[in-house]
């Protein structure tokens, strides 16, 4: 059974920076797809940025600019680099990894961007 586990989020203000991680339990290598998504209140889950295996990254247009997307495959560590931070990016941010086929989620840590 594959586990992602999120950390890193928390309360910033507006304009300031979040590093989010995303643990896994298996090696990174395997993974097809990396990526994070965010969920606000009321609204659906909408992507914020994937990478695939061979680096190649895809970001939503309101976050270009803004925030990086990595991957440490040594550590199987997904990174979330976020800058600038908006009120409207508040938001609960999950990791989402993909693998033959498989998509796996792991529980979400909460960003909360005051004004």
């Known amino acids: 059974q594959v586990q992602l586990v999120e950390s890193g989020g928390g309360l910033v203000q507006a304009g300031g920076s979040l590093r989010l991680s995303c643990a896994t339990s298996r090696n990174m290598f395997g993974f097809d797809t990396v990526g994070w998504y965010r969920q606000a209140p009321g609204k659906q889950r909408d992507l914020v940025a994937t990478?695939?295996?061979?680096?190649?990254?895809n970001y939503a247009d309101s976050v270009k600019g803004r925030f990086g997307i990595s991957r440490d495959n040594p550590k199987n560590t997904a990174y979330l680099q976020m800058n600038s931070l908006k009120p409207d990016d508040t938001a609960v941010y999950f990791c989402?990894?993909?693998?033959?086929?498989?998509?796996?989620w792991g529980r979400g840590t909460q960003v909360t961007v005051s004004s």
């Open positions: 990478m695939t295996s061979g680096g190649s990254t």
């Open positions: 989402r990894a993909v693998r033959g086929g498989a998509v796996y």
